[in-house]
T-cell receptor, first 110, second 112 residues
Framework: SQTIHQWPATLVQPVGSPLSLECTVE??????LYWYRQAAGRGLQLLFY??????ISSEVPQNLSASRPQDRQFILSSKKLLLSDSGFYLC?????????FGSGTRLTVV | GQQVMQIPQYQHVQEGEDFTTYCNSS?????IQWYKQRPGGHPVFLIQ?????EVKKQKRLTFQFGEAKKNSSLHITATQTTDVGTYFC????????????FGTGTRLKVLA
């Protein structure tokens, strides 16, 4: 069966520090992968999606970037975090039964 | 751009009461999905609706896709405390799309 792993679960980072969040998928090949952000008590905002290695589409201009170095690995990065980058970051892959989300990373920028 | 709104934003109900959340898109959708997010958790896929006027049921949950494929609803009969969470709809403009636009969500609180 397909599983998705996302880490870390929580992260507190100072303003201006770099960020790297990793997501890996098991049990499927060539998945469509996504990064979403959820502000506290809000909906989900699509940040990036990828349909294959090295193929990244950005949905909104922002302080973040994404990379897909391997088929089942998706990385969200920032060189310098802003306070506004705080939120709940969710990785997901899409299959026949909707999105399957990772457990998420709760990022607080202080 | 495409927007998907949900109402109400919040709903408090007594256990045993019914609950309905409505999802409205600014554009015609190819299909719509519904998700549930428990407090502190991640969204979990519930169901997908594809056909105009489609109605699907999952135990106490009834999902409906509008005739014009621009709106949808989720109705819960006789709510239980386990129904607590935020319910999101997510719409796709075209079939086979990689992108779904999520609704703003409805947060349900069930009072025992």
């Amino acid at each position: 069966s397909q599983t998705i792993h996302q880490w870390p679960a929580t992260l507190v980072q100072p303003v201006g520090s770099p960020l790297s969040l990793e997501c890996t998928v098991e049990g499927t090949s060539n998945p469509n992968l996504y990064w979403y952000r959820q502000a506290a008590g809000r909906g989900l905002q699509l940040l990036f999606y990828s349909v294959g290695i090295g193929q990244i589409s950005s949905e909104v201009p922002q302080n973040l970037s994404a990379s897909r170095p391997q088929d089942r690995q998706f990385i969200l990065s920032s060189k310098k975090l802003l306070l506004s980058d705080s939120g709940f970051y969710l990785c997901a892959w899409s299959g026949n039964y909707g999105y399957t989300f990772g457990s998420g990373t709760r990022l607080t920028v202080v | 751009g495409q927007q998907v709104m949900q109402i109400p934003q919040y709903q408090h109900v007594q256990e045993g009461e019914d609950f309905t959340t409505y999802c409205n898109s600014s554009t015609t959708l190819s299909n719509i999905q519904w998700y549930k997010q428990r407090p502190g958790g991640h969204p979990v896929f519930l169901i997908q609706l594809v056909k105009s006027g489609e109605v699907k049921k999952q135990k106490r949950l009834t999902f409906q896709f509008g005739e014009a494929k621009k709106n949808s609803s989720l109705h819960i009969t006789a709510t239980q405390t386990t129904d607590v969470g935020t319910y999101f709809c997510a719409g796709a403009r075209t079939s086979g799309t990689y992108k779904y636009i999520f609704g703003t969500g409805t947060r349900l609180k069930v009072l025992a």
